[in-house]
């Protein structure tokens, strides 16, 4: 106890400054957990999570509603979509970013691939809009000039998940280049040397060096989002198709599912039913991947 008071007392402005964010955590990560329970119960706002127990009845209601495996689906399939790509994508940029020598450029490409991180998902869905309006968006209107037939993109629900994946990607790839060219930085310099002596080029050695010592931190990043699959970027895909329903075959996840069942029906225990079935499947899955990768390859587990 002693060494702990000693330990605050030390860095006491270092634990200062988490403190908001350790608190908030707390708020909104722990102190809600009880909440939980609500998933079976009818619940009341006058009893709160004392009200009358259901049982798995909000759950049935998920289960028998012809929306559930849609919401599902679409829900695994644009995180699929992501962690493939989005890994893939990462990676190269981080490579390509790592062979840069001119400090100058250097400078503006990174400000420049992680200004999109910044910018707000409905400060996105404008760009998007400017780009894909049927009468006014910039491919339109190359297509117009060239004599060809428009494309209805807000009308047919085909093009967008490759539009959300892609648009998630341009946003967040920067950010995420980050922590690979930090683990690039630590690289012991001494092995490109003595593969240069051995006469190995420029694309041998991030094949043979870089690749492979990247690949703990890929496999951890990896897991974190597999625990993540079943969470779907409300704030995402809300602020690009907002209530379209005519797109929800293709882009309806798990989240806007939840929000607008919880808007409909003003009931609290049915959201959270789903929330519930959300959460669950996502621990299993991080648990399942973490025990695969403790099997096949050691070095990349998260515990």
Same mark, same amino acid.
């Given at each position: 106890?002693?060494?702990?008071?000693?330990?605050?007392?030390?860095?006491?402005?270092?634990? /200062?400054?988490?403190?908001?964010?350790?608190?908030? +955590?707390?708020?909104?990560?722990? =102190? +809600? %957990?009880?909440?939980?329970?609500?998933?079976?119960?009818?619940?009341?706002?006058?009893?709160?999570?004392?009200?009358?127990?259901?049982?798995?009845?909000? %759950?049935?209601?998920?289960?028998?509603?012809?929306?559930?495996?849609?919401?599902?689906?679409? +829900?695994?399939?644009?995180?699929?979509?992501?962690?493939?790509?989005?890994?893939?994508?990462?990676?190269?940029?981080?490579?390509?970013?790592?062979?840069?020598?001119?400090?100058?450029?250097?400078?503006? =490409? #990174?400000?420049?691939? /992680?200004?999109?991180?910044?910018?707000?998902?409905?400060?996105?869905?404008?760009?998007?809009? =400017?780009?894909?309006?049927? $009468?006014? @968006?910039?491919?339109?209107?190359?297509?117009?000039?060239?004599?060809?037939?428009?494309? #209805?993109?807000?009308? $047919?629900?085909?093009?967008?998940?490759?539009?959300?994946?892609?648009?998630?990607?341009?946003?967040?790839?920067?950010?995420? *280049?980050?922590?690979?060219?930090?683990?690039?930085?630590?690289?012991?310099?001494?092995?490109?040397? !003595?593969?240069?002596?051995?006469?190995?080029?420029?694309? #041998? *050695?991030?094949?043979?060096?870089?690749?492979?010592?990247?690949?703990?931190?890929?496999?951890?990043?990896?897991?974190?989002?597999? @625990?993540?699959?079943?969470?779907?970027?409300?704030?995402?895909?809300? =602020? %690009?198709?907002? $209530?379209?329903?005519?797109?929800?075959?293709?882009? $309806?996840?798990?989240?806007?599912? !939840?929000?607008?069942?919880?808007?409909?029906? @003003?009931?609290?225990?049915?959201?959270?039913?789903?929330?519930?079935?959300?959460?669950?499947?996502?621990?299993?899955?991080?648990?399942?991947?973490?025990?695969?990768?403790?099997?096949?390859?050691?070095?990349?587990? %998260?515990?």
């Amino acid at each position: 106890m002693k060494e702990i008071f000693k330990e605050l007392k030390k860095n006491r402005w270092n634990y /200062l400054f988490v403190l908001p964010a350790g608190i908030y +955590t707390f708020i909104y990560g722990y =102190a +809600t %957990l009880p909440y939980m329970i609500i998933a079976f119960e009818n619940f009341n706002y006058k009893k709160g999570i004392f009200s009358d127990w259901v049982g798995f009845e909000n %759950l049935k209601f998920f289960f028998g509603s012809t929306r559930v495996w849609e919401v599902t689906r679409n +829900t695994i399939l644009l995180n699929l979509y992501y962690i493939v790509f989005g890994t893939i994508i990462t990676i190269a940029l981080s490579l390509l970013i790592n062979e840069l020598k001119n400090k100058y450029f250097l400078k503006v =490409a #990174q400000s420049t691939l /992680l200004f999109p991180y910044f910018i707000s998902w409905v400060v996105v869905s404008y760009i998007i809009f =400017a780009l894909l309006s049927t $009468d006014y @968006g910039w491919v339109n209107s190359v297509r117009a000039s060239l004599n060809m037939e428009k494309i #209805q993109f807000y009308s $047919d629900p085909k093009y967008w998940r490759t539009i959300i994946v892609s648009a998630r990607i341009w946003k967040t790839a920067g950010y995420s *280049s980050i922590i690979y060219l930090s683990v690039i930085a630590g690289i012991d310099k001494n092995l490109y040397e !003595a593969a240069a002596i051995d006469g190995a080029n420029r694309w #041998q *050695s991030i094949w043979r060096i870089t690749i492979p010592l990247l690949m703990p931190t890929v496999c951890i990043l990896l897991l974190m989002e597999i @625990g993540k699959m079943f969470y779907g970027d409300f704030g995402m895909v809300y =602020a %690009l198709i907002k $209530d379209a329903g005519h797109l929800y075959p293709a882009v $309806d996840v798990i989240d806007t599912y !939840a929000f607008r069942l919880l808007r409909t029906t @003003g009931n609290p225990s049915m959201s959270m039913a789903v929330g519930l079935y959300q959460s669950l499947v996502g621990f299993i899955l991080v648990f399942t991947s973490n025990w695969i990768v403790r099997k096949k390859y050691p070095d990349g587990a %998260l515990f």
